[in-house]
T-cell receptor, first 116, second 108 residues
Framework: GAVVSQHPSWVICKSGTSVKIECRSLDFQATTMFWYRQFPKQSLMLMAT?????????EQGVEKDKFLINHASLTLSTLTVTSAHPEDSSFYIC????????????FGAGSRLTVL | LAKTTQPISMDSYEGQEVNITCSHN???????ITWYQQFPSQGPRFIIQGYKTKVTNEVASLFIPADRKSSTLSLPRVSLSDTAVYYCLRRGNTPLVFGKGTRLSVIA
């Protein structure tokens, strides 16, 4: 079945530094990937839609200059949290849609970011 | 936004059948109903998807009545490992929007 891989699975960084999270579709091509954020005991919140070869579409309230998204190939999207602060600490999850077959959205395992 | 409504939490004993109902009164003609399962600190995992009537796979069954305004996820003979949050979503042409989900606790 379709597999989406995220790296790193967890990261700790100092306040003010930038962190990059990678999302790869391992056995299928994904023209569109989605980035979600999840705080403890809460649901997933859609941050942005990542489109291969074009600019990402951000949801209302998500700062595009802080959360940089690059989708340079059909199998890779990256999310860079710039100048991270403790309030950016969260669980970041990416997903990709396999357009063939059942058109199901497959999620990565998530990346836990802790900003000190 | 594609909203759905489901119970916040449910408890069940091991070996019982669990039915989680989801309301989606304003479902669009091209929307499918999709259910995901999420364990702590993991990404959501696809369980089942359907458009109408009944769909069954090796994990669960999904019942969708003719008016499609609700759906029921049925988990047969749950075990402790089924303790998780279950999300009901409308899948159309827009990105998946997650509600609060149902936190299922299976008790021995």
């Amino acid at each position: 079945g379709a597999v989406v891989s995220q790296h790193p699975s967890w990261v700790i960084c100092k306040s003010g530094t930038s962190v990059k999270i990678e999302c790869r579709s391992l056995d299928f091509q994904a023209t569109t990937m989605f980035w979600y954020r999840q705080f403890p005991k809460q649901s997933l919140m859609l941050m942005a839609t990542s489109n291969e070869g074009s600019k990402a579409t951000y949801e209302q309230g998500v700062e595009k200059d802080k959360f940089l998204i690059n989708h340079a190939s059909l199998t890779l999207s990256t999310l860079t949290v710039t100048s991270a602060h403790p309030e950016d600490s969260s669980f970041y999850i990416c997903s990709a849609r396999q357009t063939a077959g059942a058109n199901v959205l497959t999620f990565g395992a998530g990346s836990r970011l802790t900003v000190l | 936004l594609a909203k759905t409504t489901q119970p916040i939490s449910m408890d069940s004993y091991e070996g019982q059948e669990v039915n989680i109902t989801c309301s989606h009164n304003n479902i669009a003609t091209n929307d499918y109903i999709t259910w995901y399962q999420q364990f702590p600190s993991q990404g959501p995992r696809f369980i089942i998807q359907g458009y109408k009537t009944k769909v069954t796979n090796e994990v669960a069954s999904l019942f969708i009545p003719a008016d499609r305004k609700s759906s029921t996820l049925s988990l047969p003979r749950v075990s402790l490992s089924d303790t998780a949050v279950y999300y009901c979503l409308r899948r159309g042409n827009t990105p998946l929007v997650f509600g609060k989900g149902t936190r299922l606790s299976v008790i021995a």
